[in-house]
């Protein structure tokens, strides 16, 4: 009988437990060996692997926010900028519906449609990357274009980008196959002049002809926690094909290349058509082209990989006190928030409110302005508002913010 127990075998290879080493039985009798198990374990890894290949987010069509829904989403967050959260849904919309059915279409390759964001500071391009990826619930991760060299330099790897999306997906690789990456500085990459490079430039073309690959959608090979490859570290492959990018810049002085385009394309013509002449600013960017594009200095190939386009306009006054009012963060909303808190309510005149305005406009840096001038406003307030006891109202008149008055306190 004891015999007869040292002699099990597998019951999945046949293989006897003296070569097996270790069983495990279940309860009917049956017994399996590590090496079975291992091969039960990659069996069932290809079979997810597989059932992942469609990265069906969504159930079924009908579940994919239409464009109309995710510009709803976006207005709650982002003032005007209307074309440009228009051309951002439909390239979204059509991204995810060209995941759930690229299993399905035998005839037609369809392509993703990266996303190139163009406008001054503080417009609210990276606002529209976050609450984008906020409505649909995916993995986002934003990095800095700025920061990136060539392999072997110092500097960060572009696969790095990668690892952020991972690390934000909680490194659940299907997922991340199926996030948003939000490039911002990408103009801060552009080559050095639109002539090819005789020199290394490891920051500038170099870090572009390093995106190629990953925006197009490729199998790139990343270390799980960041940092630079060594050839004993584990990596990880994550399939880009899926993964949207949208990069923003500001592209200061592009507008200057539009308009001299434009101007030598009008030579010659004897009427001049005045709606082409008023053209400037921020307005220019709505007519850019490839072309101009080259000639700021991103090189052809990075070009045909962003061809989705929108342009962000600067914002006016309207938009920056509609930003300190409307959104869901809304400076003031913020603000109010925080004195409830304490128990107060705090109350902006309408002349404080435009006083605050034009304290933003002369910053320039649009919406960020804004920010600015309302914390020097409130940086000394908010110091003292906590020591005063049985306040219930604080009140900011257009003195506070022009002439640093002490505001209204109502007990």
């Given at each position: 009988?004891?015999?007869?127990?040292?002699?099990?075998?597998?019951?999945?290879?046949?293989?006897?437990?003296?070569?097996?080493?270790?069983?495990?039985?279940?309860?009917?009798?049956?017994?399996?060996?590590?090496?079975?198990?291992?091969?039960?374990?990659?069996?069932?890894?290809?079979?997810?692997?597989?059932?992942?290949?469609?990265?069906?987010?969504?159930?079924?069509?009908?579940?994919?926010?239409?464009?109309?829904?995710?510009?709803?989403?976006?207005?709650?967050?982002?003032?005007?900028?209307?074309?440009?959260?228009?051309?951002?849904?439909?390239?979204?919309?059509?991204?995810?519906?060209?995941?759930?059915?690229?299993?399905?279409?035998?005839?037609?390759?369809?392509?993703?449609?990266?996303?190139?964001?163009?406008?001054?500071?503080?417009?609210?391009?990276?606002?529209?990357?976050?609450?984008?990826?906020?409505?649909?619930?995916?993995?986002?991760?934003?990095?800095?274009?700025?920061?990136?060299?060539?392999?072997?330099?110092?500097?960060e790897d572009v696969e790095n980008i990668l690892v952020r999306l991972l690390q934000s997906a909680d490194y659940d690789i299907a997922a991340t196959e199926a996030g948003i990456i939000y490039v911002d500085e990408i103009d801060?990459?552009?080559?050095?002049?639109?002539?090819?490079?005789?020199?290394?430039?490891?920051?500038?073309?170099?870090?572009?002809?390093?995106?190629?690959?990953?925006?197009?959608?490729?199998?790139?090979?990343?270390?799980?926690?960041?940092?630079?490859?060594?050839?004993?570290?584990?990596?990880?492959?994550?399939?880009?094909?899926?993964?949207?990018?949208?990069?923003?810049?500001?592209?200061?002085?592009?507008?200057?290349?539009?308009?001299?385009?434009?101007?030598?394309?009008?030579?010659?013509?004897s009427k001049f058509d005045e709606e082409e002449s008023r053209l400037k600013g921020a307005e220019l960017l709505q007519v850019v082209e490839p072309e101009d594009l080259l000639q700021y200095g991103l090189i052809p190939e990075?070009?045909?990989?962003?061809?989705?386009?929108?342009?962000?306009?600067?914002?006016?006054?309207?938009?920056?006190?509609?930003?300190?009012?409307?959104?869901?963060?809304?400076?003031?909303?913020?603000?109010?928030?925080?004195?409830?808190?304490?128990?107060?309510?705090?109350?902006?005149?309408?002349?404080?409110?435009?006083?605050?305005?034009?304290?933003?406009?002369?910053?320039?840096?649009?919406?960020?302005?804004?920010?600015?001038?309302?914390?020097?406003?409130?940086?000394?307030?908010?110091?003292?508002?906590?020591?005063?006891?049985?306040?219930?109202?604080?009140?900011?008149?257009?003195?506070?913010?022009?002439?640093?008055?002490?505001?209204?306190?109502?007990?």
């Open positions: 009988m004891a015999k007869q127990q040292l002699q099990k075998n597998c019951s999945f290879c046949g293989r006897p437990q003296n070569e097996t080493g270790m069983l495990i039985a279940s309860p009917t009798g049956a017994n399996i060996c590590s090496r079975c198990i291992d091969q039960a374990q990659e069996i069932v890894n290809e079979g997810n692997e597989k059932s992942k290949s469609g990265l069906a987010l969504f159930s079924s069509l009908t579940e994919i926010p239409k464009p109309g829904e995710i510009k709803q989403h976006l207005d709650t967050y982002v003032i005007g900028q209307e074309q440009a959260k228009r051309a951002v849904s439909v390239a979204v919309y059509n991204h995810y519906k060209r995941i759930m059915v690229q299993d399905d279409v035998d005839d037609v390759d369809l392509e993703k449609s990266n996303i190139l964001l163009m406008g001054p500071t503080g417009t609210g391009k990276t606002l529209l990357a976050k609450a984008l990826a906020k409505f649909l619930d995916v993995p986002f991760a934003i990095a800095d274009a700025t920061v990136l060299t060539e392999a072997g330099y110092v500097g801060k990459i552009s080559r050095r002049s639109a002539n090819a490079s005789i020199t290394r430039d490891v920051s500038g073309e170099g870090v572009q002809q390093a995106l190629l690959k990953i925006l197009e959608g490729t199998v790139a090979q990343v270390p799980p926690k960041g940092g630079r490859k060594h050839p004993e570290q584990p990596l990880v492959s994550i399939n880009t094909q899926n993964i949207l990018f949208i990069v923003g810049g500001a592209f200061e002085g592009i507008e200057e290349i539009i308009a001299r385009r434009r101007k030598k394309t009008l030579l010659g013509f990075i070009i045909g990989r962003l061809p989705v386009i929108a342009a962000l306009e600067e914002l006016t006054r309207e938009a920056l006190r509609a930003i300190l009012l409307e959104p869901r963060n809304a400076l003031v909303k913020q603000y109010r928030k925080m004195f409830d808190l304490e128990g107060v309510e705090l109350v902006f005149e309408d002349d404080a409110l435009e006083a605050i305005i034009d304290a933003a406009q002369k910053y320039g840096t649009g919406a960020r302005a804004l920010r600015r001038s309302v914390e020097k406003v409130m940086l000394d307030i908010m110091f003292e508002v906590p020591d005063h006891k049985n306040l219930k109202k604080c009140i900011i008149s257009k003195n506070v913010v022009t002439e640093k008055a002490d505001p209204i306190f109502e007990y």
